[in-house]
């Protein structure tokens, strides 16, 4: 015997999980609205303004990295608040974030400014600085301060730029390299935009981002964003 029609053409089935993915959502906004300072129902009111079902997977995958980072610490809640002028949009960014890659960086940050022994001065302009940097520019950066501590403890300066994103190769002698990628000249434009990074050439033969520095914010942001 063939199972019943729906005489809903599959609307109620529809209506109840869309539902159950409200209910998941909200729950997971007032999960994330206890790392904010101030009024938890505002902080909420505020994440509500973008519930849409196509949002409602990213924010609940917010809430399961923040949980799993927590627990990697041995935490289950922030152990300080976030203020609203930079919670907020914290929030309001890394819960729009449809990167899994970039998500994974908000959630840190989200993580290390809601725990008082991070060491982590929170700052707006690291919100801000992420909300313009793609999946790419967080690889490079990444490279390149890997790189830069390789140069610290050898006494070296600045950073080959030319097998990005795989790669960063810590400055050792002059030589006669290659340019980037295009795709990775225009990150590097981007980070050295954003106060990332700062071009650090020695010669009139090398081009603008063929060997960079690591800027003092751009390696506070690293930390902020993975400590």
């Avoid at 063939?2 to 209910?23: F, I, M, R, Y």
């Avoid at 302009?125 to 830069?148: G, N």
């Amino acid at each position: 015997m063939s199972d019943p029609v729906d005489p809903t053409g599959g609307w109620a089935a529809a209506t109840e999980a869309t539902a159950n993915a409200s209910k998941e959502a909200i729950q997971a906004s007032r999960e994330l609205g206890h790392f904010i300072s101030g009024p938890a129902r505002e902080a909420v009111g505020i994440l509500e303004d973008y519930v849409k079902v196509v949002r409602f997977e990213r924010r609940v995958r917010l809430a399961d990295r923040v949980r799993k980072f927590l627990i990697e610490r041995g935490m289950t809640g922030p152990t300080r608040k976030i203020p609203l002028n930079i919670g907020v949009p914290l929030l309001e960014n890394a819960t729009l974030e449809e990167d899994d890659d970039l998500q994974e960086v908000w959630a840190r940050l989200l993580v290390n400014g809601g725990d008082a022994g991070s060491g982590i001065q929170l700052r707006r302009a690291f919100v801000s600085v992420l909300a313009e940097m793609t999946s790419l520019d967080v690889r490079s950066l990444a490279q390149i301060e890997s790189a830069a501590k390789l140069n610290a403890e050898s006494g070296s300066n600045g950073v080959w730029t030319y097998e990005l994103p795989e790669r960063a190769i810590p400055y050792v002698k002059p030589e006669r390299t290659r340019d980037p990628s295009p795709e990775v000249a225009i990150s590097l434009g981007n980070l050295e935009r954003l106060g990332c990074i700062i071009s650090s050439n020695r010669t009139p033969v090398l081009k603008g981002v063929q060997l960079v520095n690591l800027t003092p914010f751009g390696r506070a942001l690293i930390d902020a964003c993975t400590r």
